[in-house]
């Protein structure tokens, strides 16, 4: 693979990731119009929430199974079309069932595609040798905030779903479908090892097949971790505008802004997040990343008020957002011969964070204080400092501390 193609194939999955960030926000910032034009009622509402996350991780495993035999791009290349025509059928249906299947695709799409996509991710920045991991999800956070800015000006011209969606599919879809002709999963540049063996270029796409059978023993230390990191996304996502408005006092219009702040800081510091990678090292990122988010979920519970409780979340964002693609990037490094199969089942856990937050938080806030019930997800989010060494340039596995040669660490 030459250098170009390195280029085209990481601004081709930049694009991907972008457009699901769009379909994303476009699906979870309109629910409240779903709602409504589905008639669907407040008690049977999370349980159609709650199934697009399960099915996602389903499709999540089912993509571990498929790249065995096809590369993790032939995936992506297929799965994000799916999405955005789910996500066009919520929009277009009337009768509780077309939501339903609309709604179930999705989350099957969902998954497959977010497994694929970072398996990508993985192999990209194992060719490029420095890390790049983090710019892919900024992508992501781009798109999210494009997507529901989308979201409010339909809702304020009080467009229809469909009228909503079809205008963005329509340029999106295409978008995708050409960007997915450069898609590469870094084939041809994993570097020898000392026995000639081409490492991370496996038939599965470059970095599913070569060495190392997949220990969940090992894996489970990144999965706690990235269950943590989406407990605290889905508790900012989830409740930031309820805790502004119902505990810290502030207006409806202010109880909208937290979030959009929480995307915004996401978004900067994902930016440059491969830089401080590259600087400090990802334990020491990660690290402080932990330490950052924990100290938000604390300025959140002893805020005073409204400004102060934005502040927290600013922490938040700026805290976060560099766990989750530090930690598929160690998965990949954890794993370098069997790295499409980590990512697909630490992705699982994504999905299990995103289960488990809200809820949670919503049961703590009603049978204590919501005050309280934050300092739930800080405690959490300290523990990842328990399993940082996990992100270091050498899994434990291979003993000592010390790194392989620099011929391997590339393949």
């Excluded at 159609?48 to 035999?69: C, H, M, N, Q, Y």
């Excluded at 002893?302 to 976060?320: D, I, N, S």
């Excluded at 299990?352 to 703590?364: E, I």
Aim: charged content about 10%.
């Amino acid at each position: 693979m030459t250098d170009a193609g390195l280029r085209h194939g990481r601004a081709s999955l930049g694009l991907s990731f972008g457009v699901q960030g769009v379909a994303f926000a476009l699906l979870v910032t309109r629910i409240p119009a779903i709602q409504d034009q589905y008639g669907i009622s407040d008690g049977l509402l999370p349980v159609f929430l709650a199934a697009v996350p399960i099915l996602a991780g389903a499709g999540s495993v089912a993509t571990e199974k498929v790249v065995a035999r096809v590369r993790p791009s032939v995936v992506l290349r297929w799965a994000q079309p799916f999405v955005l025509l789910a996500l066009l059928g919520v929009g277009a249906g009337r009768e509780l069932w077309h939501v339903a299947v609309a709604l179930g695709v999705f989350g099957l799409a969902v998954g497959a595609l977010d497994a694929s996509m970072n398996m990508l991710g993985v192999s990209l920045q194992r060719a490029y040798g420095r890390s790049i991991m983090t710019g892919f999800h900024a992508a992501f956070s781009l798109g999210g905030i494009a997507g529901a800015s989308l979201a409010w000006a339909g809702a304020r011209w009080e467009l229809s779903l469909l009228a909503s969606y079809l205008p963005v599919v329509a340029v999106l879809l295409p978008a995708a479908l050409v960007g997915s002709r450069w898609y590469t999963e870094g084939k041809g540049v994993a570097a020898k090892g000392a026995e000639g063996t081409e490492v991370g270029a496996g038939a599965g796409g470059g970095s599913g097949s070569v060495g190392g059978a997949l220990s969940f023993k090992l894996l489970l230390p990144l999965c706690l971790i990235m269950t943590f990191a989406y407990i605290g996304d889905s508790t900012v996502s989830n409740w930031s505008a309820k805790y502004l408005q119902d505990v810290l006092g502030s207006s409806e219009q202010l109880a909208t802004v937290p979030y959009n702040v929480y995307m915004v800081t996401t978004l900067l510091g994902r930016a440059v997040g491969d830089l401080g990678v590259r600087r400090f090292g990802a334990v020491a990122v990660v690290r402080g990343g932990s330490l950052l988010a924990a100290g938000g979920f604390a300025v959140v519970a002893v805020a005073p008020g409204a400004w102060v409780g934005m502040l927290g979340f600013t922490m938040l964002g700026f805290g976060l957002c560099v766990i989750v693609p530090q930690t598929f990037a160690a998965a990949g490094r954890m794993f370098p011969g069997n790295s499409d199969a980590a990512v697909a089942r630490l992705n699982i856990f994504n999905y299990v964070g995103f289960l488990v937050g809200s809820p949670l938080v919503g049961a703590l806030g009603d049978a204590w204080s919501y005050r309280g019930a934050m300092l739930v997800p800080m405690v959490l989010v300290l523990a990842t400092l328990v399993y940082a060494r996990a992100f270091g340039p050498e899994p434990a596995r291979y003993g000592g501390g010390h790194e392989r040669p620099r011929t391997a660490d590339v393949g």
